[in-house]
């Protein structure tokens, strides 16, 4: 059971998080504070500046302009026990697309430099990708606190409690021991404990939050390895992403995660995201750096 100083809604969590303080602004650039939840491990969690970050560029464009593409590399470590600096360039506002560049720093470095890009919506072609068959319903799939809450660790109740998304596996969880079948492929249910009432720009932010959880897991489970792998190190490097159709983040959305390739201690993961109604909203790859201690000898 979590201890009193877990929210009785993790998804406040998220609230917070998408709340910034302006600092600045002109016509060129804008600049906010983004503030860091407490956190076990002293870091920042890259989903958190990732969608802190879309945020802020989110301020700056007009309200019919959404955001269907970021990119993103993480350069450095975020200290969780201080502000966010982050700097908005209004690099171009054209006829239909605006786009904008983000620079997150900490004791004057920089560590996420992001780059993003809003659409007016438009007409023309139409396809997608459609949703895999035979997944596990979420509702017939336990929530993480079921699997991890009884544990008396600090990790555990941070996983168990203190995310703001309710995550169901449908294949089992990688996070004590290996899956039993080696893998390149990993499938998640998400979505927030209650309802989030944000803009479709803000919703696209959090969903980039959310995505920064198990991407990297298609990797791991490939190889046999766990969370807990005894000196494991885990960090990601980059991250990109591309925002389809609108969706609501308390509804369920299926994370459908492969990874292609793995190599020189760096593993990539791709993933689709779908409405349990089978809409394809949002694709994301990401590449990680992955290092086992048997590769460093």
């Avoid at 780059?115 to 929530?143: K, N, R, W, Y």
């Avoid at 298609?218 to 990109?240: F, Q």
Wanted: proline share 7%; with cysteine.
């Amino acid at each position: 059971m979590a201890d009193a100083s877990y929210p009785d809604d993790p998804t406040d969590i998220l609230r917070n998080v998408l709340k910034l303080e302006r600092v600045d602004a002109d016509e060129h650039s804008s600049t906010f504070n983004g503030y860091t939840p407490s956190q076990t491990r002293g870091r920042v969690f890259g989903g958190q500046v990732m969608a802190q970050s879309l945020v802020a560029a989110s301020h700056s464009v007009e309200a019919d302009r959404f955001m269907h593409s970021m990119h993103c590399y993480f350069i450095r470590p975020g200290d969780a026990a201080e502000p966010l600096n982050i700097k908005v360039d209004h690099h171009r506002d054209g006829r239909s697309f605006s786009v904008r560049h983000v620079e997150v720093t900490q004791h004057n470095k920089v560590i996420l430099s992001l780059t993003c890009s809003f659409q007016t919506e438009a007409d023309g072609v139409t396809h997608q990708e459609p949703m895999p068959e035979g997944i596990p319903l979420p509702d017939d799939l336990p929530p993480i606190s079921s699997l991890v809450g009884m544990i008396d660790d600090p990790a555990a109740q941070d996983l168990a409690y203190n995310r703001p998304f309710d995550i169901r596996y449908a294949y089992e969880p990688i996070f004590l021991r290996p899956g039993s079948e080696k893998v390149n492929r990993n499938i998640v249910w998400m979505k927030t404990f209650t309802p989030v009432k944000v803009s479709r720009n803000v919703a696209a932010a959090a969903l980039a939050y959310g995505s920064d959880y198990t991407l990297l897991e298609s990797i791991l489970r490939n190889h046999g390895v766990t969370w807990t792998t005894p000196d494991i190190s885990v960090a990601s490097l980059d991250h990109a992403m591309w925002f389809h159709r609108p969706f609501n983040l308390d509804d369920w959305l299926l994370f459908v995660q492969e990874s292609p390739s793995a190599q020189s201690a760096r593993g990539l993961g791709t993933g689709k995201i779908y409405t349990i109604h089978g809409d394809l909203v949002a694709t994301v790859a990401q590449e990680g750096m992955i290092r086992l201690p048997k590769f460093d000898q």
